[in-house]
């Protein structure tokens, strides 16, 4: 049976953060973040028919659902039962591998980005607002991206690659983690068989917490830390400078100054704590240059350095106030 190629294109503006929502079932999905107010969904199937009209009519039966409201798009897959689109080519008479479809997204790096997926793999890149990810038993692949995030997933591999700071909830069954970062503003994962790789800096400010049933973690740390265990029958090994304190069912690491604060509970689950390899910690708050001291007889030299334009209103006034 010939096939035929169809598109479904979708624009709608929401702004630079508004909301998007996007549902599938099995498409391999691309999300990728610009610079406009636009959102535009592209939506390509691959059907078997009998000629263009039977391919015109099957498209007609398996566009994707779209709601359009201000300041918000949501585009969802038919749902012709709990298959969704599968559902939709066993009604139609097509067999296993004569339906396929793929969707490209892109959406306003600001936007708030909700994504739900059954079995698809998911690229996400460029994103820095509010992001939530849910997928059953695709992969999903989380680049360039900071702000917000709450990732689930059930038997999902999960790799993100942060440029910027964010704030990370993530919990997953049995697929395995990989999460870098310069920093984690705040960070909760939940797993329960798989592994976990975390690198980057670590929270001043607020408690970090990783909780595995039988999943391994690996840490890697910028800066002062300190890692508190709870688990009976977990392996610890430390390769940077610490010192140890408690006793096996709850062990503390304090490495450096310990100002970061993490928590790591597990039944069975092993944790390696060690110096990253791929992240860049974040660069500190230059210190404001200090006003250098006025010299006698320097008032009309202060003043027509501001009329140049050479120092500020300010700079002006604190020379100014030093002279007096």
Known sequence: ??????????????????????????????????DGPIATVRVEFELRADNDAHADQLLERVRFEVQERAGALEV????????????????????????????????PAGAEVTFDGVSSDLDSFGF???????????????????????VRGVSSDISLRAEAPIRLQ??????DVSAVAPRYDALHIVTVSGDVEIEGELSRAEESRIETVSGDVQLSIHGGTT???RALSSDVSVS????????????????????????????????????????VPMPPTPPTAPVPPTAPGDELAILRALERGDITVDEAAARLARRS
Do not use: C
């Open 227 to 229: 890692l508190e265990v």
């Open 240 to 279: 940077l400078p610490h010192r140890a304190e408690g006793s096996r069912d709850r062990r503390r690491f304090v490495i450096g100054d310990g100002a970061a604060r993490v928590v790591f509970s597990s039944m069975s689950g092993d944790l390696i704590a060690g110096s990253p390899r791929r992240s």
């Open 1 to 34: 049976m010939p096939r035929f190629v169809r598109q479904q294109v979708i624009e709608h503006e929401i702004g630079p953060t508004g909301r998007f929502v996007l549902r599938v079932t099995t498409p391999d999905v691309d999300l990728r973040a610009t």
């Open 128 to 150: 820095n607002g509010r992001q939530e990810y849910r997928m059953v038993s695709g992969d999903m692949t989380l680049r360039d991206l900071g702000g917000d995030l709450r």
């Open 76 to 107: 969802t897959e038919q749902r012709h039962g709990a298959g969704g689109v599968g559902s939709i080519a066993r009604l139609l008479g097509m067999g296993s591998g004569r339906f396929d479809s793929k969707v490209v997204a892109e959406v």
């Open 170 to 175: 993530l919990n997953t069954v049995s697929g």
